[in-house]
């Protein structure tokens, strides 16, 4: 397939890309589609601040790496020569860019991707709001002065407005004005803020969604006089075909759960079966992201438009069936180190999940632990399971909702797209198979999380057939203590088995006297 056919690949031809969050689970896989799908590109400019006393070179070193970027390293081995590290940070003044390499984005920039932001949800609303909405306005000032900015794509997420049960792709009034929170910000103690974060963020979840809401806000307000548009993806998974089917570097989100459960740690949470798990392949995304800077710039539009990246009407994926994939594919390719036999559930009762949490989580882990310590060894699990119900309260929010994100936008923009396009940066997610997804995620969980070799996947799964003769051997001697020693000591009880003892015998009886006759 030739890039010259692409009007994707022809848009990024000879441009040169500024991109915030690449170090990112999103961003690494942005690097590397550009590289690999459109590497006529000019440069790619990577924010890079220091960290653990790496310099940001040292860090784009470590960051190029990763798997993920051997196939386009296999095809293009000069690649690493259109990669720039700028060092700066998202929360210094003028984002930390030196006046030299600012000089630089100015005069040669055309596109800027910014996915950089705390996806943390339980952030500190002071940090979340100097990193998503005060961020988000120091990369709008440096694209103003820009001269050659063909488009500037905002990366939010669709459940930026998760107060509202149907979302259209439309920006919404914010729950306050962004000037309004970024003075409060800047006058307030982290203590006071704090404390009074409930208060401030109202119906929202969490401090990621009140400030991604106010930072689309910032950019209808800033944007008016540069080419912009934004799209929000929903919740980001592993990869779908590219470059690597299952490829994940992080344990947010769902992504946690599949250790978790598939490990035996995990037993219960809330969710409705029937509730829509709107998810989407980290490449889809990419792909959408690479469409819509160029649909906005290459001028198809003169406005600022919004894309929902999302699934929940173009293939719908419940919890219910997640769970039925994911159950299925731990006894298909487990996982090396499961402690307990996987029987994950979402529930939609309370007691219900309270009470599996506290006989099949809670005191397996501090048993366990306390045969640890008599082993002299450093107790685990208990700390485990405060891990997990952190990140399971977080979650059952989104587990126990659902929304319908429109998807008009999404649409138009894939039928804009011609035959190659369509192909070489698909986003559509109509042909998803969700069942081979979850399988491929679960694997791709074992591969690049857990770092497992897939070698051993047999002796993983004797194991753990191994682990199902025992369970049921144990529940066989459960019943059996329970008619020895409560059922029998009923006087009626005892009866009614003799009776059935002895006509069991006459039947035996009368049956061998058949046959002799």
Known sequence: MSSCESEICEFYKNKSIFITGATGFLGKALVEKLLRSCNNLSTIYILIRHKKGKTPSQRLDEFLDCKVFEKVNETFPDYRKKLVAIEGDLVEPGLGISEKDKEILKKSVHVVFHSAATV???????????????GTKKVIDLCKQMENLKVFVHVSTAYANCDRSRVTEDVYPPPVQPEKILEAADWM????????TPSIIKKKPNTYTYTKAIAES???????EIPCCIVRPSIIG???????????????????LFPASGTGVLRTMLGHLDAVADLVPVDVVVNNLLAAGWFRGAEKTKKIIVFHCTSGIRNKLTWGMMEDYGVNCFFKTPFEKVFILPNPHFTSYKSVKYFRTLFEQLIPAYVMDFVLKILKRKPIFVRIQQKIKKAVTILEYFTTRQWEFTIDNYVMLINQLNETDQKLFNFDVKDLNWKNY????????????????????????????KMKRIQNLAIFSVYAIVFRFILLRSAHFKSFIQFLFEMAIKFRDYFLKSIQF
């Open 120 to 134: 943390r949800f339980d952030e500190p609303l002071k940090i979340a709001i100097n990193m998503n909405i005060l």
């Open 189 to 196: 103690d982290d203590g006071l803020m704090n404390l009074i």
């Open 218 to 224: 910032l950019v209808i307000k800033e944007c008016k």
């Open 238 to 256: 592993c990869s779908w075909k590219e470059p690597i089917p299952g490829w994940i570097d992080n344990f947010n989100g769902p992504t946690a």
């Open 438 to 465: 979850v399988e491929t995620y679960c694997l791709g969980t074992k591969i690049f999380l857990m770092k497992e070799d897939v070698s051993k996947i047999g002796a993983c799964r004797k194991k753990i057939e």
